[in-house]
């Protein structure tokens, strides 16, 4: 699996759009990327996932560049709520056996 | 959300005696994984399982065995517990490789307390 490197933590306030940038040099031709986000006391969950080029569904845009040893996480106008811990996975998901190896992540506290 | 129950959920345990979590899934997935989570280390990943009685090791799988006797159930032992052992354990599961949904749910873990 690809080692991904992330900020240890980020701070924002209400309403500014937040983009949590993560790194994969070594990510291999078949590797996706996806991003989880964990609150306290609760297991991560799926936020969104890409191959290239850039993603979006209701929660987050994720954009990738053409070599594909980043990825950027975009969260538009964010609240208190989303304050969380998020996880940027890349690996082969289509592959039988694939250990899902998460990191510390990136803790983002959100302010009024 | 998905059908993924962990039991127990708060636990309570003396050093060098045997523990045993169970995760239990009602949706047919082909993976159940085992993750410690402690402050500072992030969510560590101890041991998971692509089908009945396949198993393989995480990052940190020392003291720690599994066992998937059906698909179900993917148990989690300690089989003499230490104190460094106290974490919150989460469990999650996963479709198999080439479907559409291949993300991860995760259980609403189980805090583990080793006196």
């Known amino acids: 699996l690809a080692k991904t490197t992330q900020p240890i933590s980020m701070d924002s306030y209400e309403g500014q759009e937040v983009n949590i940038t993560c790194s994969h040099n070594n990510i291999a031709t078949n590797d996706y990327i996806t991003w989880y986000q964990q609150f306290p006391s609760q297991g991560p969950r799926f936020i969104i996932q890409g191959y290239k080029t850039k993603v979006t569904n209701e929660v987050a845009s994720l954009f990738i560049p053409a070599d594909r040893k980043s990825s950027t996480l975009s969260l538009p106008r964010v609240s208190l709520s989303d304050t969380a811990v998020y996880y940027c996975?890349?690996?082969?998901?289509?592959?039988?056996?694939?250990?899902?190896?998460f990191g510390k992540g990136t803790t983002l506290s959100v302010s009024s | 959300d998905a059908g993924i129950t962990q039991s127990p959920r708060h636990k309570v345990t003396e050093t060098g005696t045997p523990v045993t979590l169970r995760c239990h899934q009602t949706e047919n997935h082909r993976y159940m994984y085992w993750y410690r989570q402690d402050p500072g280390h992030g969510l560590r990943l101890i041991h998971y399982?692509?089908?009945?009685?396949?198993?393989d090791k995480g990052e940190v799988s020392d003291g720690y065995s599994v066992s998937r006797s059906k698909t179900e159930d993917f148990l989690l032992t300690l089989e003499s517990a230490t104190s460094s052992q106290t974490s919150v354990y989460f469990c999650a599961i996963r479709a198999d490789p080439g479907t559409v949904n291949t993300e991860a749910f995760f259980g609403q873990g189980t805090r583990l307390t080793v006196v």
């Open positions: 399982s692509y089908g009945v009685k396949d198993t």
């Open positions: 996975l890349v690996g082969d998901m289509d592959q039988a056996g694939t250990a899902l190896i």
